[in-house]
């Protein structure tokens, strides 16, 4: 059935660049998703990438998607303080699908 | 700040009782998702709404019910309460029917089943 799978736990100091990665089983994903989750709150739409992309750039984050190992990674560069929280690798086949979601990435930010 | 409102934000309940949860999505958002997300775990998809029919359905038992209204707003019900329905429950919506790269979420309705 469809997985993804991600680590739970980023430590990052300050100012490096965060690297998450996940991996998902389902070949027929078109969209793949990193969400974020703080605490108390709902899930904010990072950004986005089509399985015909290898790589997208969004300001801070770059996306890097290898589709024959069904890998997919989320950069953050300059890591900040603000960028403490859960990051959630998602997929779905078709944009009118259910989401098929990982257990999600807690990140760390040293001082 | 997503325009997508969720009430209550937190609910006791004991094991048996029913409960209600609510979503209020953004004007013209014809498509709403419900979520479960169980501590530690990613969201679940529960089922989807678009225009006050019910468009996908994930693996949850018919005890887990939803309405859409026109005003936007929808209703996630759960019969029978198990302690396992200890969760946050996300609503999400958007503008289209295929529209997940467009999906808003609300803040979620914190429930604990005792």
């Known amino acids: 059935g469809e997985d993804v799978e991600q680590s739970l736990f980023l430590s990052v100091r300050e100012g490096d660049s965060s690297v998450i990665n996940c991996t998902y089983t389902d070949s027929s994903s078109t969209y793949l998703y990193w969400y974020k989750q703080e605490p108390g709150a709902g899930l904010q739409l990072l950004t986005y990438i089509f399985s015909n992309m290898d790589m997208k750039q969004d300001q801070r984050l770059t996306v890097l998607l290898n589709k024959k190992d069904k890998h997919l990674s989320l950069r953050i560069a300059d890591t900040q303080t603000g960028d403490s929280a859960i990051y959630f690798c998602a997929e779905t086949e078709n944009r009118d699908d259910k989401i098929i979601f990982g257990k999600g990435t807690r990140l760390h930010i040293l001082p | 700040e997503t325009g997508v409102t969720q009430s209550p934000t937190h609910l006791i309940k004991t094991r048996g009782q029913q409960v209600t949860l609510r979503c209020s999505s953004q004007?013209?958002?014809?498509?709403v998702s419900w979520y479960q997300q169980a501590l530690g775990q990613g969201p679940q998809f529960i089922f989807q709404?678009?225009?006050?029919?019910?468009?996908g359905r994930g693996n949850f038992p018919p005890r887990f019910s939803g309405l859409q209204f026109p005003n936007y707003s929808s209703e996630l019900n759960v019969n029978a309460l198990e302690l396992d329905d200890s969760a946050l429950y996300l609503c999400?919506?958007?503008?289209?029917?295929?529209?997940?790269?467009?999906?808003?979420f609300g803040p979620g309705t914190r429930l604990t089943v005792l």
């Open positions: 004007s013209g958002h014809n498509t």
């Open positions: 999400a919506s958007s503008p289209l029917k295929r529209g997940t790269d467009t999906q808003y």
């Open positions: 709404y678009y225009r006050e029919e019910e468009n």
